[in-house]
């Protein structure tokens, strides 16, 4: 099992950026496709951003399509999410997801067949 642990959040104006990073530990991260989700107030929890195990195959929810990256330092053990042209509608929890299945199959998973979640940190966009 990995454990993760998000970091990076925090309050940012509109047209800002944030990073986001999330560590895991355990020395099977390299063999996890990794996620990012979102959770508004009132919402369910969304896809953001999957990647696969060696980076070579993305995958981006149409919202966040061309203002979010994904990327992954498996040495690191860590994967980032950054976010650039922030909108007040992006904030959320935010929340690193790790699963042994594809990455593009991630969006359309049932939350519950994800494999292990962080506990996610807090993205403030100002307007």
């Known amino acids: 099992q990995v454990q993760l642990v998000e970091s990076g959040g925090g309050l940012v104006q509109a047209g800002g950026s944030l990073r986001l990073s999330c560590a895991a530990s355990?020395?099977?991260?390299?063999?996890?496709?990794m996620g990012w989700f979102r959770q508004a107030p009132g919402k369910e929890r969304e896809f953001v951003a999957a990647?696969?195990?060696?980076?070579?195959?993305?995958a981006y929810a149409d919202s966040v399509k061309g203002r979010f990256t994904i990327s992954r330092d498996n040495a690191k053990n860590t994967v980032y999410l950054q976010m650039n042209t922030l909108k007040p509608e992006d904030t959320a929890v935010y929340y690193c997801?790790?699963?042994?299945?594809?990455?593009?199959?991630?969006?359309?998973?049932?939350?519950?067949?994800?494999?292990?979640w962080g506990q996610g940190t807090q993205v403030t966009v100002s307007s």
């Open positions: 997801a790790a699963n042994s299945g594809p990455a593009q199959a991630m969006g359309d998973m049932p939350r519950s067949g994800i494999d292990a």
């Open positions: 355990g020395r099977v991260f390299r063999y996890y496709a």
């Open positions: 990647i696969n195990w060696n980076g070579g195959s993305t």
